[in-house]
């Protein structure tokens, strides 16, 4: 199975300070097509997951543009330019290329 | 707007078996990969299986292969997961959820299943 590791899993921030959160894959997550399926989640408390980011960089609907992903073939990177008390919760990253899709541990997004 | 509604979690003992259901509206479900996944209490996110349009194709995390089954109706816009042979490390908030192009696009609220005897 392909591991992704997330790194820190724990990110106390200052509100309206930058956060930024990294993502590694044990393997390329780049498709034959050029496509890379490497997506970010948002798990507020007691909520379940949202989606935020898809194919690494893609922003969802309703996003605010505070996020930014970046990264390609096993390195990826979550930004938040800047955090608001809304963004509290964990961030998972998420490989959808090779079965069975694989989560990273989460990281938890804190305010200082 | 994307409903999915979870149900038919609960407390289950070592060994039993329990049916999720997941009940969808506010799209064509029909034409949508549907997944489940799960969240064991205060830990990560597990991706457990996904079927096709007409649930012809279904794929499994090894876990969970030839215990869980997971299957759907397109006339009552329900998916489901069949789950046998539970045991505790079973337990988890399980989410129902539709499925973009190599990606996950909207999830349920979840349903509680406690293996316990």
């Known amino acids: 199975d392909v591991v992704m590791t997330q790194s820190p899993l724990s990110l106390p921030v200052t509100l309206g300070q930058p956060a930024s959160i990294s993502c590694r894959s044990s393997?390329?997550?780049?498709?034959?097509?050029?496509?890379?399926?490497l997506n970010w989640f948002q798990q507020r408390p007691g909520q379940s997951p949202r989606r935020l980011i898809y194919?690494?960089?893609n922003r969802d609907s309703g996003v605010p543009d505070r996020f930014s992903g970046s990264g390609s073939g096993t390195d990826f990177t979550l930004k938040i330019s800047r955090v608001e008390a809304e963004d509290v919760g964990v961030y998972y990253c998420m490989q959808s290329i090779h079965w069975p899709w694989t989560f990273g541990q989460g990281t938890k997004v804190e305010i200082k | 707007e994307v409903h999915l509604m979870e149900s038919g979690g609960g407390l289950v003992q070592p060994g039993g078996s329990l049916r999720l259901s997941c009940a969808a509206s506010g799209f064509t479900f029909s034409i949508y990969w549907m997944g489940w996944g799960r969240q064991a209490p205060g830990r990560g996110l597990e991706w457990v299986a996904n079927?096709?349009?007409?649930?012809?194709?279904?794929y499994y995390v090894d876990s969970v292969r030839g215990r869980f089954t997971i299957s759907r109706d397109n006339v009552k816009n329900s998916l489901y997961l069949h789950m046998h042979s539970l045991t505790a490390e079973d337990t988890a908030v399980y989410y129902c959820a539709t499925l973009g192009f190599r990606t996950i696009d909207s999830w349920g609220q979840g349903t509680l299943v406690t293996v316990s005897s």
């Open positions: 194919k690494v960089s």
């Open positions: 393997q390329s997550l780049l498709y034959s097509d050029g496509d890379t399926p």
């Open positions: 079927i096709n349009q007409d649930g012809s194709e279904t």
